[in-house]
């Protein structure tokens, strides 16, 4: 069903945009869906054109050996954003249902004339995207063992060349047809299925998190505070003075705190960290910061992108606060909901016994009581606990 708020921001748009937006806005619906009406009859024609297409199709050399699922990531329709772990987690196990052990990413560069979402494109500008795609979701492919390749396909390239006849991932993907998931819910259906292998550090990033720690001295089993600092949706920022005040008692506890700062923000003076250590790297290179996550004690995130990573990889210990915020862009209750969850659920259905999910806001004492159930029902992580057993090349 067309919800009322829908139309009614359609109905704006057309008032501030006029009837040149509208007509772009339908050719982009008929191509990438978003509407009920609208994916039902898309689905229809584009079975009725691959129906008629199948007898002319000339035979065509597959890019991928038979084990292997094609992965569409389009950025003409999905963001470059950290829910990009979810998309690969949910492709591996769509694969693994029909036979494919591996998964090879393509991903269609954007065409920066279709982005209409201003108040996002003033925070993350095209040049800030195209850095996002290579270095959060390219470096995502390579510490997905499942991963078994990618490849960076032009806006204007023929898709259809490379995927015909072949099973793809979104289901019926083609150039006519960008059948995305329209929620999560659809997404966390497949990763429920808990058939994904998910994120895994190398050994090589676990080797220099090591050595970083001996450089530091640090002894103690380490608490990651990972803190969200940006521009866009700043209602879900982290309250930096709370976290500080964990930090001191959890210090006192004989924890040693981390703090991984945004990675927009990481080079902003914030006194308040001035007494912790702050690891920048992590930003910058996430093999490093898959490496410390699962070298830590636990990990704390609130309203991060980047708990995807965290959640999606069976060694991380972590607690992800996720409050329903309603001044949010993208935490309000309807969004929340459209995970799939219930309110008050304390882990993902796909989750390990040791990721926690926490519904708190981020006040010192909501911290600190979600640390303590923490400690009472995981067991102290071992040192050789998380070290990684895969051969790189590098060794």
Sequence with gaps: MISFVRLNSVAKKIQKKGFAWLYARIKREVVSPTFDITRYMSGQIESLRKLCQRNNDAPQ??????????????????PATFDFAFFLAAAETFGKSHGKSKVFVLFLQKNSEQSDNESYLAIVPEDSQQWRLNNMLVQLSQLYPACSGYGLLPSNAKVDNFIQNQLVYPAGYSSTYKSYPKNYAEIFELIDKRLFTGFSALKTGINYIQQWMNSNNITGQMVVITLRNYGYDETRNSNIDEWVKFAHWVKNEGFTPIFVPDTDSCWTSAKELEHFIVFIEPCWNLGLRM???????????YSNGTSAIGSLNKKIRLIAMNPVIEDSTHFEADVVNSFGLVSGQRRYNFAEKHQFLSWKQDTFENIRDEFLEFVGSVPPLEKSENVDKRVTCCE
Excluded at 61 to 78: C, F, G, S
């Design 61 to 78: 050399n597959k890019i991928v050996p038979e084990d292997t699922l094609l992965a569409v990531y389009d950025l003409n329709v999905v």
């Design 291 to 301: 490496a410390i996550y699962e070298q830590a004690f636990m990990n704390f995130f």
